[in-house]
């Protein structure tokens, strides 16, 4: 089945350490996204990224990194710098073409101990 | 600052009733407007979409009416069914896809029996 593959769905990390989340995609999208969810806070952008070894930042990038090596895999990395991690995070890609949507994975449950 | 206003928060409908979700936009270059429906612990997953060009858009019992001169435009689910029961978030996007999308803050519909 095509599809974007969050892991792990839940990730515990003491405080201080940096952690990566994973995101594949085999839908053969070129655009991926990673989104922040908070509690009646929406979708907020951190990345996004249109091609390979390019990315943008988005509106909340201060403490995350990413890269972009492959088409399919757009890890993200929370650093010890961002000061409130605990949050849900979304990861989404997108085909060419103004009529193609963003498709989600099932995201990833981070929690700050 | 908001570029997206959604509301209400939270809905509650008896089952057969019509929810009605409403989004304010301020600007005026969004061309693109997408609802997206997510379940607990999943992803969103896009709805229905409209473009300015239209005042209403109907896919099965979603519709979205779409006022550009007040700048918002709403979700309708008529016959509104406990398997509805879902957060709902309205999107827009410049140029005409959903190559950056601005969310709403997401309204949690629950769908009495």
């Known amino acids: 089945d095509g599809g974007i593959t969050q892991s792990p769905k839940y990730l515990f990390r003491k405080e201080g350490q940096n952690v990566t989340l994973s995101c594949e995609q085999n839908l053969n999208h070129d655009a991926m996204y990673w989104y922040r969810q908070d509690p009646g806070q929406g979708l907020r952008l951190i990345y996004y990224s249109q091609i390979v070894n390019d990315f943008q930042k988005g509106d909340i990038a201060e403490g995350y990194s990413v890269s972009r090596e492959k088409k399919e895999s757009f890890p993200l990395t929370v650093t010890s710098a961002q000061k409130n991690p605990t949050a849900f995070y979304l990861c989404a890609s997108r085909g060419l073409g103004s009529d193609q949507p963003q498709h989600f994975g099932d995201g990833t449950r981070l929690s700050i101990l | 600052q908001q570029q997206v206003k959604q509301s209400p928060q939270s809905l509650i409908v008896q089952k057969g009733g019509i929810s009605i979700i409403n989004c304010a936009y301020e600007n005026t270059a969004f061309d693109y407007f997408p609802w997206y429906q997510q379940f607990p612990g999943k992803g969103p997953a896009l709805l229905i979409a409209?473009?300015?060009?239209?005042s209403e858009k109907k896919e099965g019992r979603f519709t979205i009416s779409f006022n550009k001169s007040a700048k918002q435009f709403s979700l309708h689910i008529m016959d509104s069914q406990p398997g509805d029961s879902a957060t709902y978030f309205c999107a827009a996007s410049i140029g005409g896809g959903s190559e950056k999308l601005v969310f709403g803050k997401g309204t949690k519909l629950t769908v009495n029996p």
């Open positions: 409209i473009r300015p060009d239209v």
